[in-house]
């Protein structure tokens, strides 16, 4: 059996598909070991999995975005998506760096796998050889520069003609240049606290991996004609049930009205009034059942519910999303790829993060709508739930992402390739 190094970002997105993997290996009776944030240690642990803690700046709390974004407010749009990124992923290199470089000479492991935006792992990468296969986990919309797409961050479409290619081309000089410059700085800078040099754009880190695993269907992301060699789709990886009990009014979502589905997940949940109380407004007196998921945190912080409406702080996802006719959420890659998983179309306010990307690859396939903003109003989000109900070509849609999902194994996929990159391993 092979000893396996995992590390994530302490973000509950992250962590999540991580220890979806650790539970995978250790069932199989593998050594696996987890280098992410304190306060995911019981969860770690429960995963059977071996528990380190990253340090410094590193070690931040996800549930307090103001100790760690403390100018998040100041920043709208893209130019927000450029502080998020060099805030949480870029700056942090040096403290993962000083994290996981002695773990690694500690434990020796086969193979190494981090999470995608665990850049802490890359001057280890750019300054030698000598060191276990290191392969990443894409858990965030594939960020990986191409003549194919729009400069990542801007949540724009592949493009449509020549035009659009010389203008997405422009752009993408811009991103490097203006918009994600500061990034590049901190980077370069975060590089040399290492002792390594940043040569590359900082957002084509995917490119550097020995393998990259994407998650989710190739069928939710952009076509690439010059994709990465070292890039493979694995599938949807399996949402764990974060409950066992089902409420009291589950057998109300009889198929009698449709069911509209609405969560801000688990961290973006601190404001109910952007986007849980404006789609319980806007379908207050619809002929539908409204489901509302609290994301960890009491139902009563939600507020008044409508005579049609149902709440919990939690819910089963694959019991629940069979009964569900449309999803509305704030963009949550891994809630948006099982929602697709199961055939089920979406309305996708997406407005910090990754989200505005998420969004926007929804609204490409046709299986959503992209409201464009992460604060809608109630008129928008009732338009988009009557759209998506009334036209039956979003379900299609979501039905062809949800069968491209199917043909893939995530779990036994990403085991697999940990297994070829160390050697001669059991998956």
Known sequence: MATYLLAANPIHGHVGPILSV??????????????????????????????????????????????????????????????DIRTIFVETIPDQYRSIRPLIDDLRPDAVLVDGAF??????????????????????PLSQTSRDVAPYGLALPPPRGRFDRLRYAAMGAAARRVVFAPTQRAGARAFAATGAELREFIMDASRHYDRFLQTGPAALEYPRTDLATNTRFVGVLPQGATISRRPSWWEELDGERPVVHVTQGTIDNHDFGRLVRPTLDALADRHAAVVVTAGGREVEAIGPLPRNAYAASYLDYDALLPRVDVVVTNGGYGGVQATL?????????????????????????????????????????GSAVASILNDRSYRAAAQRIAADAATHDA?????????EAAGGVTP
């Open 22 to 83: 650790a539970r995978h290996l250790v069932a199989r009776g593998h050594r696996v070991v987890v280098l992410t944030g304190t306060r995911f240690s019981s969860q770690v642990e429960g995963a059977g999995a071996e528990h380190r803690a990253l340090t410094g700046t590193a070690d931040y709390d996800d549930r307090r975005p103001d100790t760690y974004l403390p100018d998040g407010a100041r920043y709208r749009g893209v130019r927000r998506a450029e502080y």
């Open 119 to 140: 850049a802490g792992v890359l001057p280890l990468i750019a300054q030698t050889d000598d060191r276990p296969p290191i392969l990443a986990l894409g858990v965030t």
């Open 341 to 381: 998983a199961a055939g089920v179309p979406l309305v996708v306010a997406g407005g910090t993060e990754d989200k505005p990307e998420v969004a926007a690859r929804v609204g490409w396939t046709g299986a959503g709508i992209d409201l464009r903003t992460g604060t809608p109003d109630a008129a928008s989000v």
């Open 411 to 419: 779990l036994g996929e990403i085991a697999q390739h940990l297994a």
